[in-house]
């Protein structure tokens, strides 16, 4: 089966549904599509059902005890927003602007909350009826942020700021210092992984849809997170963390009512288990054999 026809398959006829604003192909990161409200657009990137070690291994560089290694299958594809929930997005949306850095709209969304970014899916649901839209579950933000490697970024063993927004008077595992922007960036105006996903390494931590809870050690199958918790998972690190918060397996949390400036999200689109899609068999092709922190009050937020 092509990635096109696993994507259409999850869809009744015609594919994509009629939400989607434009859609397509691209020989270097595969299938998109994009929502559009009001003047502005979002671009999803089809993230196909896989295999991976999630969490670090004992010998990666500043990981924390909260990172155990475990196997997780994703049997279910989905849609992953390219980039942060963008200021634009959040505004054509909702008609406010509730972040910090507002020097440029492509700048991602700020100082929301979790319990405010589901108010914001809700809005989106009104409007585009139909809409399968939600966060990604914790499993699913690192699958994607991984994109099939297994060092401890997706851009590979180390970084700079010129790849990641971080703060670069911290360098991660004996790297050199470097630039501290002290802000936001325009999504999209670093590099994007090897699944086409920009700045899911730094820029604002993303919130993702599940409680905060201990990893288990046993392979997981389309892993939801405990089922109650005082935190929501917080994944990516921000522009003020420091390197070793932006890894692919750092976690942290917040409780669902906080806000804080370096604090934003992405969104995805079905199927997944909570919107009860059908399954897509996982086979063998393109699945990783190998994977891939609790918050600092100096590296978090």
Same mark, same amino acid.
């Given at each position: ?17 009629? =939400?989607?604003?434009?859609? +397509? ?11 559009? %409200? ?20 004992? /010998? ?7 990172? %155990? ?19 634009? @997005? ?21 100082? %929301? ?11 989106? *649901? ?14 699913? =933000? ?10 401890? @970024?997706?851009?590979? &063993? &180390? ?5 990641? &927004? ?29 699944? +086409? ?7 604002? !931590?993303? !919130?993702?849809?599940? =409680?905060? *809870? ?6 997981? %199958? ?6 109650? +918790?005082? /935190? ?6 921000? !522009? ?24 934003? @999200? ?5 199927? *997944? ?23 600092? &009050?100096?590296? *978090?937020?």
């Amino acid at each position: 089966m092509s990635a096109a026809d696993a994507a259409a398959s999850f869809f009744p006829d015609p594919f994509p549904l009629p =939400w989607a604003s434009d859609w +397509g192909e691209d020989d270097e990161h595969g299938l998109w599509l994009a929502l559009t %409200v009001g003047a502005a657009r979002q671009v999803f990137r089809w993230i196909a059902p896989g295999r991976f070690l999630m969490g670090s291994p004992v /010998d990666e560089p500043e990981r924390f005890d909260n990172e %155990v290694l475990h196997e997780v299958t994703l049997s279910r594809g989905f849609w992953l927003a390219d980039t942060a929930c963008t200021q634009a @997005f959040w505004q054509a949306v909702t008609g406010s602007n509730p972040s910090h850095f507002q020097d440029d709209p492509r700048n991602p969304v700020d100082q %929301v909350s979790w319990d405010d970014v589901q108010t914001f899916i809700a809005e989106m *649901g009104r409007r585009l009826p139909g809409l399968p839209v939600r966060l990604p579950t914790e499993a699913e =933000w690192e699958y994607a942020c991984r994109a099939g490697t297994t060092t401890p @970024f997706s851009l590979g &063993n &180390n970084l700079t700021p010129d790849l990641v &927004n971080y703060d670069g008077n911290y360098p991660y595992a004996g790297g050199e210092k470097g630039l501290y922007r002290q802000k936001t960036v325009p999504v999209a105006s670093l590099p994007a992984n090897p699944w +086409g996903l920009y700045e899911m390494h730094g820029n604002v !931590w993303e !919130w993702c849809a599940d =409680w905060y *809870g201990a990893y288990p050690t046993e392979p997981q %199958v389309n892993p939801q997170g405990p089922q109650t +918790g005082d /935190d929501r998972v917080l994944r990516g690190g921000s !522009w003020s963390s420091y390197g070793r918060f932006v890894r692919s397996a750092d976690r942290s949390g917040d409780e669902p009512g906080d806000r804080y400036l370096n604090i934003g @999200f992405r969104l995805a689109l079905g199927p *997944g288990e909570r919107v009860g899609s059908p399954a897509e068999p996982v086979t063998g092709e393109g699945l990783s054999a190998e994977p891939a922190s609790l918050r600092s &009050n100096t590296g *978090g937020p």
